[in-house]
């Protein structure tokens, strides 16, 4: 057999060790968008921290006109299908959205308390999953941002219970601040181009 300069195997080996890194990482173009998306969210979110009331009355409007879609897609669907003995549930349901979607519309204030407290939970579970995720990523690059991201969340959950029904207009908005920042955040982390590190 030809013997191989080892000086040639290792620049074989690096080379074939580089190839495989480059496949696992996503296009630099990836990098880029969840970048700036990352960068949007946390603009957003400095704002609706800055203009709770408005954040608070903007999402909840954003809220009730989703339950109206979602109503009119579902009624739609309901005549749609050929099964005739779910006709009556579709059209039930569909009938529900639209009117949670016109309650909130004709009342934002009382919508902007219930929805707080909905996402109050929400928040607090999202951060549990967060701190979870991040040790599960954990020594990858960016999982400490993740951590502080869930932190944040779970005790955002905590505020808003806590203050729950009397802030419910202050505190939505900053929810929304508040989310949109650490979801930033964790855009950002997670776009890292850095990637794992090997040992």
Known sequence: MRNIDPEVRRTEAAEIARQQEMQRRPPEGAFAL???IGIG???LGIISIARPAFAAIASTL???WLFIVAGVAQIIYAFLGRNLSQLVWKLLLGILYL???ALILS??????VAITLIL???????GALQVIFAFVMRPIPGWTAILVSG???IILGILIWSQWPAGSGWLLGVWVGISLLTDGIWAIALS?????RRA
């Open 151 to 153: 932190i944040l969340s």
């Open 192 to 196: 890292s181009p850095s990637g794992p």
């Open 120 to 126: 109050g939970i929400t928040t607090f579970a999202q």
């Open 34 to 36: 969840g970048t700036a």
């Open 41 to 43: 969210l946390v603009i």
């Open 62 to 64: 954003v809220f009730g």
């Open 99 to 101: 009117g949670s979607g």
């Open 107 to 112: 009342n934002v204030l009382a919508g902007v």
